[in-house]
């Protein structure tokens, strides 16, 4: 190596130091002096909320949720099922893997329904072929 390329070896090295350097010491700094903007404090207590104003919304408690591909439906699925468990609601959950998909759903696919049951599921929320006389099943 010639004695030109080793000196800019050097020169890099030292200003890959200093820039290493810079950086500790700016995010020291951002520790340190770190402090929150009034603007990003609470203005004061929560509004008081009245016991007497009607409710406008209510849980729905009876969910059908058509589960797609892509659409971050699974993230939605884990949602229903933490609400359905957090208030006891049952689910319609599949005999084997999925309810029959890609077959057209039949209610037998779901386990613990029975012929004429009067079983009765609160959220049904996995990937099936929607039809709608074996669903309100």
């Given at each position: 190596m010639s004695r030109l390329a080793g000196c800019k070896l050097q020169v890099l090295g030292k200003a890959a130091l200093l820039f290493v350097g810079i950086c500790f010491a700016v995010q020291i700094l951002?520790?340190?002096?770190?402090?929150?903007?009034?603007?990003?404090?609470?203005?004061?207590?929560?509004?008081p909320v009245s016991r007497d104003a009607p409710r406008s919304c209510a849980p729905r408690t009876r969910v059908m949720f058509l589960k797609t591909h892509k659409t971050a439906s699974s993230t939605l699925l884990n949602v229903l099922y933490r609400f359905g468990d957090a208030r006891n609601l049952s689910f319609a959950l599949p005999v084997g893997y999925q309810l029959g998909y890609p077959e057209q759903f039949h209610a037998s696919y779901v386990k613990g329904y029975r012929n004429c049951s009067s079983q009765v599921f609160n959220i049904m929320c996995n990937h099936l072929r929607f039809y709608q006389p074996e669903v309100q099943n």
């Open positions: 951002g520790v340190i002096f770190n402090k929150k903007s009034p603007s990003l404090e609470r203005a004061g207590p929560p509004l």
